[in-house]
Structures are given as C-alpha cells and as structure tokens.
C-alpha cells in the first residue's frame, strides 16, 4: 500500500470512528433530555392533577350518603351531571361553585358506584374513552381519536365508611404529547444534520492530528533512504577497489598494501558511520540522564582545544580559546556526548575556514545558562539552509563535504545531544564571512569539587 492510499485510509477510518462514537454520545444525550423533558411534563400534570382530585375528593366525600346516589349538594361540584356518557355529549360548563381551574384545564370528572358503573360525568366528554377498572390509582386512557388521557382514581366513602363508589379525574395529554412529538421530531431531523457536521469536523481533525504523523513517517523514509545511500557509498567504493586488483594478472605488494589501506580507509568511514547511527537512535530514546553524571565546561573546551591543535595547525588556522568565567561551570550530562557535541562544532569550523582563517572556541555564563560559541571565520551558511543543516545527512554541498568526510550526521548528533541535555544550539552566518554556532546549556544543580592536581 503506497503513503498516499495508507494515510488517506487511515483518515477516513478515524473520521468515521470519530463521528460513529460523536453520533452515539448525541443520539444517548438526545434521548437523556427527551426523557427529562417527557418526566418534567408527566410530574407537573400529576402534581396539578392529584391537586384537583384531592380538593374535589375532600369537598364530595362529606355529603355522601347512598352508595352510587349523588346527593343534590355535591351537584354543585358536579355541575350538569350527566348520568351515561352516551348523553354527555358537550362538555359542560363550569358552574359558579365549582373550582374554576377544574374546567379551565381539558379536565373530566367522573363519579363510579362500587361496581364501578358510571353515575356521572363533567367536564370533558372523550369521545369513546375506553373505560377501564379503577384498580390502580393512576392510569394512561386513550379515547377513539387516540388521544390520551392521564386519570387519577380516589376511592369514596360515606360518613359510616361504606364504600360509596369511585371519584376519577382524568385529564387530556394533547398539548403535552404535541410538544414532545414536536421535540422528537426536532432530535430526529437535528442527528444526521449533528452527524454530518461531526463528519465534517471528524475528518478536518483527523487531518490535523496526522499531519505530525505523516511528517516523522516521511522523516523515517527519508533518514532509511538516505542511510542506505551513505551506507552503500564506502561498500561500493570497497567492492570497487577489490575487483580491479582481482582483475590484475600479479599483485605487487606495494600495490596490496595500497589496496588494503583503500578498504581499511572504506572500513573505517563505514564503522563511523554505524556508530554514528547508532549513537543517533541511543540518544533519541534517552528520556533522562543520570542525576549524577556532570562534566566541567572548562576542562572541556581546553582538552578540545588541545586535541584539535594539530588539525588547526596543519590547515594554517589559528585555534583559540577564550574562557570569560573564573568559577568552573558544571552541566549535567554525559562527559563523553557532551565533548562530542562540542568536538563536532569545532571540527566542522576548521573543515570549512580556509587557510589563514580564525576560529574561537569561548566560554561564558549568562544567567543560568552556560554559553559556547564557536566562531569562525569561513564559508558561512547561506540563510536557506541554516535550519536544515541540523536534519540527519543534510549536508549544503554534498560533493564537497564528501571529500572532507563528512556524513551530514555532525550537527544532527549535536543538536540530538545538545536536545537531550536540555540545551539548545542556534546558528549565525553570513556566506563569506564565517558562522557562530551559539550552544546554550542549563548550569547544572551538581557541582562537583575542582579536582587538585
Ligand atoms: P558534515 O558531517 O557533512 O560536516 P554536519 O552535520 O556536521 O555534516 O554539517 C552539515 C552541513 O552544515 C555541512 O554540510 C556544512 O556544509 C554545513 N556546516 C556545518 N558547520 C559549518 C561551518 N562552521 N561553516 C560552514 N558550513 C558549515
């Protein structure tokens, strides 16, 4: 599968889990505020409904008598009563005494004997309300038009407490179910919109979140590629030189001589390279350094001077040094990577300064920061490449470097060391004049003692 088909799977699949599981958590919270809609309505038209029923049961019940007859002062609470549902056939009118509030609302009353015949009706007439036992205090109705009906049964009693029959209370839940079919119309409608923006939103941030991805891939593939390339320069350079030497009729031992400092010359480039690579890979999984590990920048920068005297020498080049602090400054880190770091800054000075020209390895303290410049006055680096110049086998003039025996791997090690010690490396250059490559290290919290001589 080629990166463009691999990246682009993976960013569908991600859009679509992202919306598949967004459209879950919506539909799930759609359906959490239509419930909480749908039991705020139910809890209030029982509340207002247990209130009429109560009231209208505690205003009857005292002028009961016979069971199933309706004495004529609670007609008052009843008003035009009327004895079957076949004659109620309008809804009768509130009378003075009767709770108004009763007949405001889409209530209906209705009055059962013990056998729970109809003795009476007020209030709405559903049209045919399918009557149904007074068994359970609360109960959902729907008359022939299919509209529902919440209705609440209260048994009554006379004065002896006999049992004079049933008072029921019902009241129309078409507004209610209007509104709610309303809302579960607008949840309905409002998910795939949801869905579709979420796809929309899911496959943007998919791309977002992927593009570090697809660059530290294409950054893999280019390092592979061009590790095979460096690679395959000192072997084939090697395979060369042994088959021209097979091809001649007699070897000469000072021509086997050359031929074997030839490989061993190849050898060498090739191991370097290996460590180097591998050096690479340690330092990127270094999370963190031992605690303990700390190298005096003094004795650091003198020992490099020293070591690289007779390089500077041999190219004409004055090497100098040039220490601003009295007290030794200590960083903590690995002594060895640190004196790499440093080595590569200063080797690559000298490599491109040509002769006659200055470098200066300088050391001094800004605040917490322990700062090295090395300074020289060669080549320089046009601006275009002074980001690149730390990426792994960048290297501004391959041909040339290739001759100094550079790899392009110098300033990555640098700055992946640099990096791991919680330092930063910075460059100025002006092509023609030189470059100052500016480290800056944490001064460490680990200050050993100055070691007597
Ligand atoms: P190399 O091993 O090829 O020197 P480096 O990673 O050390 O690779 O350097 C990368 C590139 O940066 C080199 O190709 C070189 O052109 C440029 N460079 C590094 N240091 C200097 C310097 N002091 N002056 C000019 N160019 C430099």
């Known amino acids: 599968m080629n990166e463009q088909t691999l990246f682009r799977q993976t960013r569908w699949r991600l859009a679509s889990w992202y919306a598949g599981?967004?459209?879950?958590?919506?539909?799930?919270?759609?359906?959490?505020?239509?419930?909480?809609?749908?039991?705020?309505?139910?809890?209030?038209?029982?509340?207002?409904?247990?209130?009429?029923?109560?009231?209208?049961?505690?205003?009857?019940?005292?002028?009961?008598?016979?069971?199933?007859?309706?004495?004529?002062?609670?007609?008052?609470?009843?008003?035009?009563?009327?004895?079957?549902?076949?004659?109620?056939?309008e809804t009768v009118r509130a009378a003075e005494h009767a709770p108004g509030e009763m007949f405001q609302g889409n209530y209906y009353i209705r009055l059962l004997d013990p056998s729970q015949d109809l003795v009476a009706l007020?209030?709405?007439?559903?049209?045919?309300?399918?009557?149904?036992?007074?068994?359970?205090?609360w109960q959902f109705l729907k008359d022939r038009d299919k509209t529902r009906y919440r209705q609440v049964t209260l048994p009554l009693q006379n004065p002896n407490e006999q049992l004079w029959g049933y008072l029921q209370v019902g009241s129309s839940l078409k507004d209610s179910d209007r509104?709610?079919?309303?809302?579960?119309?607008?949840?309905?409608?409002?998910?795939?919109?949801?869905?579709?923006?979420?796809?929309?939103?899911?496959?943007?941030?998919?791309?977002r979140a992927m593009r570090p991805?697809?660059?530290?891939?294409?950054q893999m593939q280019q390092f592979t590629a061009d590790a095979a390339h460096e690679l395959r320069t000192p072997i084939a350079a090697a395979q060369a030189t042994v088959e021209s030497v097979l091809?001649?009729?007699?070897?000469?031992?000072?021509?086997?001589?050359?031929?074997?400092?030839?490989?061993?010359?190849?050898?060498?480039?090739?191991?370097?390279?290996?460590?180097?690579?591998?050096?690479l890979t340690r330092l990127d999984r270094q999370i963190q350094l031992k605690q303990n590990d700390a190298c005096c920048l003094q004795d650091l920068v003198s020992d490099i001077a020293e070591e690289l005297a007779a390089l500077a020498l041999s190219k004409k080049i004055q090497l100098l040094t040039d220490v601003q602090v009295d007290q030794p400054l200590w960083v903590n880190g690995d002594e060895a990577q640190l004196y790499r770091l440093v080595f590569n800054l200063v080797i690559n000075a000298i490599q491109y300064t040509p002769e006659g020209g200055k470098v200066t390895l300088a050391l001094d303290q800004q605040d917490q920061q322990a700062v090295i410049q090395v300074q020289d006055t060669g080549v320089?680096?046009?601006?275009?490449?002074?980001?690149?110049?730390?990426?792994?086998?960048?290297?501004?003039?391959?041909?040339?470097?290739?001759?100094?025996?550079g790899s392009g791997l110098g300033l990555a090690i640098a700055s992946a060391i640099s990096q791991t010690h919680g330092g930063k490396i910075?460059?100025?250059?002006?092509?023609?004049?030189?470059?100052?490559?500016?480290?800056?290290?944490?001064?460490?919290s680990v200050r050993q003692p100055t070691p007597t001589l």
């Open 122 to 137: 007020a209030g709405l007439k559903p049209p045919g309300l399918i009557s149904s036992s007074s068994a359970s205090e």
């Open 179 to 207: 509104y709610l079919s309303s809302v579960r119309l607008a949840l309905f409608a409002g998910l795939p919109l949801a869905l579709g923006f979420v796809g929309v939103a899911g496959w943007w941030l998919a791309g």
């Open 21 to 89: 599981v967004m459209g879950i958590i919506l539909a799930v919270s759609g359906l959490g505020v239509y419930e909480a809609i749908d039991h705020a309505h139910r809890t209030a038209a029982d509340r207002e409904l247990q209130a009429i029923a109560g009231r209208l049961h505690d205003n009857i019940e005292p002028t009961l008598q016979q069971p199933g007859e309706i004495p004529a002062s609670a007609q008052r609470f009843l008003p035009d009563p009327c004895n079957s549902p076949s004659q109620c056939t």
């Open 380 to 405: 320089g680096i046009v601006p275009e490449y002074q980001a690149k110049i730390f990426d792994r086998f960048y290297r501004v003039d391959s041909d040339r470097n290739r001759q100094t025996g």
């Open 213 to 218: 991805i697809r660059q530290s891939y294409q």
């Open 247 to 279: 091809d001649l009729p007699q070897l000469s031992e000072a021509e086997a001589r050359e031929t074997l400092q030839t490989l061993d010359r190849q050898n060498q480039r090739l191991s370097q390279l290996i460590q180097d690579l591998l050096l």
């Open 426 to 444: 910075s460059v100025q250059s002006q092509p023609g004049q030189g470059s100052t490559f500016i480290l800056s290290l944490p001064i460490g």
